[in-house]
C-alpha cells in the first residue's frame, strides 16, 4: 500500500483528490497539509469527508507519494526538495507545466521558484505523453482548459489535416475559480448570468500553444501556410493549390503566389519559434458559466486543402478520432454533442468531432470535470502510469446523474 500525502488538501481539488484516493485499492491517504487550516480535523473543513480521520497539519508527514495542490510559485517551493528526495509528486498547479522559466515568469508574473527542474517535469496529459509519465518523477497536471482543448484537437493535429489558426471557446463551472471570495464568484453576481473573461490572454493559453507546437507535423509547416495564404488571396479557401492558380490567368497568377509568398513569410515569423516548430495562433476565450463543475470547449480550425474528401469529411474525421482514443479508457469519441454533466463526477473526457462543410473547418466539442478530469483524476491517472498500476484503478466510476 502506498503512503499518500497531499499538499493543500483545504482547496476544491485537495478535497477531490481526498474524495478519490479513499477508493483506490493500492494508495492510501496519510498525511494532510493547510496552513490556513491546520490542527483543524480534515472532516471540519469538508464534512463530506467523514470517512476520513485526519488532521491538517501545516507540513505533511512521512510518505511514498505527494501531490501538490498548492498554488503557483508555493507549489515549486515545497515541491522541490520532495523531487530531490527522490519522492514522485504530481503537481496539480501550473509550475511546472511551461517549459521556459521566462514564459512562466511573463505569464504568473513571478519568477520560477526552480527552474533547474523544469527539464525533469513530464506534462502529464497522459493520454498524449504516456511514456514521459511513466518515466517520470515529477509530473506537471495538465490545467483544465488546455486539457479540454488538446483532447479535442491531437487527432486533427497529429494528422496534419487542420492549419494553424485555432479558435478555442470553452465554458466553465464556478468552482475553476477556487474558494475564494472574489465578489464576482458570488451567487448573486453569478447566477443567471455568463460572461466573458482572460480575453487579452488567461495564463493557460501558453499552455495550449505550447503542446500544441510539440506535436504539429513539422514537415508540413511551410505547405500548410502556403496553402492558406493562397486561399485567402483567391478567396477560396477550400480551393487545392493548383485548382486554384489554373483558374487565374498570368496577372493574377503572379500576383498571387506572390502574396502567398510574403504571406507565409509573416506567418512562419509569428508561427515559428526556435529551430523547427511552428507554433500555432490560438485565440482562446474563457466563460464563466453559473454550474459548479464542468468545463465546455468547442475548437475551430481550417481544414487543410485536399485533407479531407467532400461529402464524406464528417465521417472520416469521426473515423480518424475513434482510431486515435481507441483503446482510452478516459477519453471517447461520441455520436452527438455532449452535455458537461455527462461527466460530472468522474475522469472521462467526451469529444465530439465534425466537419461543418460551408466553411470547411474542424469543429470539436469536448467536456469533462474540471475537479476531476480536470485536476484530481488526471493526478491519480498520472499517480498509477508512474507506479504501474492500470491507469483505471481508483477511477473507473461513472458519472453523477442528474
Same mark, same amino acid.
Given at each position: &500500500? ?7 488538501? @483545504? ?7 481526498? %474524495? ?12 494532510? =497539509?493547510? +496552513?490556513?487550516? !491546520? ?28 501531490? =501538490?495542490?498548492?498554488? /503557483? ?10 523531487? %530531490? ?7 496539480? =498547479?501550473?509550475?511546472?507545466?511551461? /517549459? ?25 496529459? @497522459?493520454?498524449?505523453? %504516456?511514456? !514521459? ?22 487527432? !486533427? ?19 475553476? !475559480? *477556487?474558494? *475564494?471570495?472574489?465578489?464576482? $464568484? /458570488? ?14 490572454? /488567461? ?31 483567391? +478567396? ?11 483558374? &487565374?490567368?498570368?496577372?493574377? +497568377? ?15 515569423? %509569428? ?9 500555432? &495562433? ?38 480518424? $478520432? ?9 477519453? +471517447? ?32 466539442? =469536448? ?36
Amino acid at each position: &500500500m502506498i503512503k499518500v500525502g497531499i499538499l493543500n488538501v @483545504t482547496g476544491y481539488a485537495g478535497a477531490e483528490l481526498a %474524495r478519490l484516493l479513499y477508493s483506490h485499492p493500492e494508495a492510501q491517504l496519510v498525511s494532510v =497539509s493547510g +496552513r490556513s487550516a !491546520a490542527g483543524k480535523t480534515l472532516v471540519d473543513v469538508f464534512p463530506h469527508l467523514a470517512v476520513y480521520d485526519l488532521t491538517i497539519g501545516e507540513e505533511i508527514g512521512d510518505v511514498d507519494f505527494v501531490f =501538490s495542490a498548492l498554488p /503557483h510559485a508555493a507549489s515549486a517551493e515545497s515541491c522541490a526538495p520532495l523531487v %530531490r528526495a527522490g519522492i514522485p509528486v504530481v503537481d496539480i =498547479s501550473a509550475d511546472f507545466r511551461l /517549459h521556459d522559466p521566462k514564459e512562466y515568469a511573463e505569464w504568473y508574473g513571478t519568477e520560477h521558484p526552480a527552474p533547474e527542474l523544469l527539464s525533469q517535469a513530464a506534462y502529464g496529459l @497522459t493520454e498524449l505523453n %504516456r511514456d !514521459a509519465v511513466r518515466q517520470s518523477k515529477l509530473i506537471a497536471n495538465p490545467g483544465c482548459f488546455p486539457e479540454s482543448a488538446l483532447l479535442a484537437l491531437a487527432p !486533427a493535429v497529429k494528422a496534419g489535416i487542420i492549419g494553424p489558426e485555432i479558435i478555442i471557446d470553452s465554458k466553465t463551472g464556478i468552482s475553476g !475559480a *477556487g474558494r *475564494g471570495l472574489d465578489l464576482k $464568484y /458570488h451567487f448573486g453576481e453569478a447566477a443567471e448570468s455568463v460572461s466573458a473573461y482572460g480575453l487579452s490572454g /488567461h495564463r493557460h493559453l501558453p499552455e495550449i500553444v505550447q503542446e500544441l507546437a510539440a506535436m504539429w507535423p513539422k514537415e508540413t509547416g511551410t505547405e500548410r501556410g502556403t496553402w492558406l495564404a493562397v486561399g485567402v488571396a483567391s +478567396r477560396s479557401p477550400g480551393a487545392e493549390l493548383a485548382t486554384a492558380l489554373a483558374d &487565374m490567368d498570368e496577372q493574377q +497568377r503572379v500576383a498571387v503566389l506572390e502574396t502567398a509568398r510574403e504571406w507565409t513569410r509573416k506567418r512562419q515569423e %509569428r508561427f515559428v519559434y526556435g529551430a523547427d516548430e511552428l507554433r500555432p &495562433m490560438v485565440t482562446f476565450t474563457p466563460h464563466l458559466i453559473p454550474m459548479t463543475r464542468g468545463i465546455l470547449s468547442t475548437c475551430y480550425a481550417p481544414l487543410t486543402a485536399g485533407a479531407l474528401p467532400l461529402g464524406v469529411a464528417g465521417d472520416a474525421v469521426r473515423e480518424l $478520432y475513434q482510431d486515435f482514443f481507441g483503446g482510452e479508457p478516459f477519453a +471517447r469519441v461520441v455520436d452527438s454533442p455532449p452535455a458537461t454533466k455527462q461527466t460530472r463526477g468522474n475522469n472521462m473526457c467526451l469529444v465530439y468531432p465534425t466537419v461543418d462543410a460551408r466553411t470547411e473547418r474542424l469543429v470539436v466539442v =469536448s467536456v469533462l470535470d474540471n475537479l476531476v478530469k480536470g485536476a484530481a483524476g488526471q493526478a491519480i491517472q498520472n499517480m498509477n502510469a508512474m507506479l504501474g498500476f492500470p491507469e483505471t484503478m481508483g477511477l473507473d466510476v461513472p458519472a453523477v446523474y442528474p
